[in-house]
Structures are given as structure tokens and as C-alpha cells.
T-cell receptor, first 115, second 113 residues
Framework: DTGVSQNPRHKITKRGQNVTFRCDPISEHNRLYWYRQTLGQGPEFLTYFQNEAQLEKSRLLSDRFSAERPKGSFSTLEIQRTEQGDSAMYLC?????????????FGPGTRLTVL | ELKVEQNPLFLSMQEGKNYTIYCNYSTTSDRLYWYRQDPGKSLESLFVLLSNGAVKQEGRLMASLDTKARLSTLHITAAVHDLSATYFCAGRAPNFGNEKLTFGTGTRLTIIP
């Protein structure tokens, strides 16, 4: 399977714990995105990488959130001191460089539940 | 800031009927996307519309874009059960270097046999 992969698929944690999610984009895709989706809503943009550079961050990304893409391949999203409001589906997407056909391909998501 | 609104939010329709989902956006968007999401699953890309008057069709789904009216439509022809899903439209503000997609809240479509 050559699609975007995310791990874990589900995470249950207690409030105050730290969690880390991983995203492996489609090979050769240099652009990588993180979105958050709560129940009944559309995805909301969190952050974007071009290769290893984090070029855009949403105001939704509080200082408890940090994302990295150290070698321009996989990415991690860490949430520190989780809160119940962080419960959501965290989606990763990727796309290749260039072109006007800027379709983003989404992974299966990591569903986070904070108790 | 770009805002995207979809209507209706919920739609139940009988098999064989036609219907249209509407997507309005607030400011200029240089491209419009339609995605499908099945329950508990991720988003599957359906269409990318890049210019005024663009029309794309795949099977029973047809999407169009009117940039002057800031409106995109997703038309469903002779609906079948396997089209039941949530459909999202998304736009992108044409600022230089902007990669952020802004999604609508989705239209949950249920096809009734």
C-alpha cells in the first residue's frame, strides 16, 4: 500500500499525559499537512511542512502542540499535557511538489480520546 | 479569511433520485476540492476544480464551479446506496505560498433503498 499511513490508529490517554502520533507520507511527496477533525465537523488545518521546514502553523496549534519532520520524510505530532478538548481525529495528508493540481492525499487518521 | 459553507448539512434521498449539494465560499478561492468520507474513515479525493466554469464528472457525481458566484455544486444523479457518505468541499485562499485548505462542515448523505 503506497498511501499515507498513520500510527497509532487509536489512542486513549488520561488528561495531562503526553501523546505522539506519526505520519508517513506517500513516497516522494515533499509537502505534509496535519489537520484535526472533531465529530460532525470538517477538518481544520493545523500545520504544514515543505520537506523538513515547517512553513505554516494555525492559531489552533497551541504551545502544547509541536510537530516535526526531521528528515523531510515522516512527521510526528506531539501533544503535551493533553486536555479533554484535544479529543479528535488527527489527520495527516501529503502531496507532491509543484503543479496546479494541488490535491492532498489523506491518511486514515489517529483517533485520540482524552479521559 | 476564507470561510466555506455547505448546505444542506443532512440529506436523505431515495435511490434513483437526483439531488445537489451546494458549497458557498466567502472570499476568493483559486481552487475548489470535493472529498468523500465514510464513517470512521479518512477523506477520499473526488474532484479538483481549478477555474471558473469547470465541470468534472465521475460516475453518478458531477461537480461544477462558478467563481463569480463563489459557488460550487456536487450533483448526484440516480443515487445508489453506496453513495451514502459525508461529502466535504474545501477551498484554498490564493495567497502566495498558502497551502491551507479550508473545509466546510460537510453534508451527510443517506441513500434510502
Amino acid at each position: 500500500d503506497t498511501g499515507v499511513s498513520q500510527n497509532p490508529r487509536h489512542k486513549i490517554t488520561k488528561r495531562g499525559q503526553n501523546v505522539t502520533f506519526r505520519c508517513d507520507p506517500i513516497s516522494e511527496h515533499n509537502r505534509l499537512y496535519w489537520y484535526r477533525q472533531t465529530l460532525g465537523q470538517g477538518p481544520e488545518f493545523l500545520t504544514y511542512f515543505q520537506n523538513e521546514a515547517q512553513l505554516e502553523k494555525s492559531r489552533l496549534l497551541s504551545d502544547r502542540f509541536s510537530a516535526e519532520r526531521p528528515k523531510g520524510s515522516f512527521s510526528t505530532l506531539e501533544i503535551q499535557r493533553t486536555e479533554q478538548g484535544d479529543s479528535a481525529m488527527y489527520l495527516c495528508a501529503s502531496r507532491p511538489a509543484g503543479g496546479g493540481y494541488n490535491e492532498q492525499f489523506f491518511g486514515p487518521g489517529t483517533r485520540l480520546t482524552v479521559l | 479569511e476564507l470561510k466555506v459553507e455547505q448546505n444542506p448539512l443532512f440529506l436523505s434521498m431515495q435511490e434513483g433520485k437526483n439531488y445537489t449539494i451546494y458549497c458557498n465560499y466567502s472570499t476568493t478561492s483559486d481552487r475548489l476540492y470535493w472529498y468523500r468520507q465514510d464513517p470512521g474513515k479518512s477523506l477520499e479525493s473526488l474532484f479538483v476544480l481549478l477555474s471558473n466554469g469547470a465541470v468534472k464528472q465521475e460516475g453518478r457525481l458531477m461537480a461544477s464551479l462558478d467563481t463569480k458566484a463563489r459557488l460550487s455544486t456536487l450533483h448526484i444523479t440516480a443515487a445508489v446506496h453506496d453513495l451514502s457518505a459525508t461529502y466535504f468541499c474545501a477551498g484554498r485562499a490564493p495567497n502566495f505560498g498558502n497551502e491551507k485548505l479550508t473545509f466546510g462542515t460537510g453534508t451527510r448523505l443517506t441513500i434510502i433503498p
